[in-house]
């Protein structure tokens, strides 16, 4: 079976950081997209980053450039979410999840997903 495990968030207040964690088992790791997704309180799910692990291919959404980063274990199957700068804008559930196959519409489309973690809290204090 396919599991995917978030871990690391937490409360920081705002300029800190945090370092997310997803573990993955049940499928080719080598072989898929891995993304990071998060979702506030009233607000649709928003795709963050993304590693496409075939070839280390990077994606990462405008809001977070230059602040996260996304990079993988190949020897461990985890994929990170390195958080730097966070603001409280950032507070959300984080979530990673899998795809297997292509990404129909594109890696921030979240439905483009077959697999999902059961998602980790990053709360930002201002």
Same mark, same amino acid.
């Given at each position: 079976? +396919?599991?995917?495990?978030?871990s690391g968030g937490g409360l920081v207040h705002t300029g800190g950081f945090l370092r997310l964690s997803c573990a993955a088992s049940g499928f080719r790791f080598d072989y898929a997209f891995i993304?990071?997704?998060r979702q506030a309180p009233?607000?649709?799910r928003?795709?963050?980053s993304c590693i496409r692990t075939s070839d280390g291919y990077l994606y990462g959404a405008?809001? +977070?450039k230059g602040r996260f980063t996304i990079s993988s274990d190949y020897d461990n199957h985890r994929v990170y979410l390195q958080m730097n700068n966070l603001q409280p804008e950032d507070t959300a559930v984080y979530y990673?999840?899998?795809a297997v196959n292509d990404?129909?519409?594109g890696w921030k489309n979240w439905r483009a997903y077959a697999y999902w973690g059961q998602g980790t809290l990053v709360t930002v204090s201002s």
């Amino acid at each position: 079976d +396919v599991q995917l495990q978030a871990s690391g968030g937490g409360l920081v207040h705002t300029g800190g950081f945090l370092r997310l964690s997803c573990a993955a088992s049940g499928f080719r790791f080598d072989y898929a997209f891995i993304g990071w997704f998060r979702q506030a309180p009233g607000r649709e799910r928003e795709a963050v980053s993304c590693i496409r692990t075939s070839d280390g291919y990077l994606y990462g959404a405008d809001s +977070v450039k230059g602040r996260f980063t996304i990079s993988s274990d190949y020897d461990n199957h985890r994929v990170y979410l390195q958080m730097n700068n966070l603001q409280p804008e950032d507070t959300a559930v984080y979530y990673c999840a899998a795809a297997v196959n292509d990404l129909t519409g594109g890696w921030k489309n979240w439905r483009a997903y077959a697999y999902w973690g059961q998602g980790t809290l990053v709360t930002v204090s201002s």
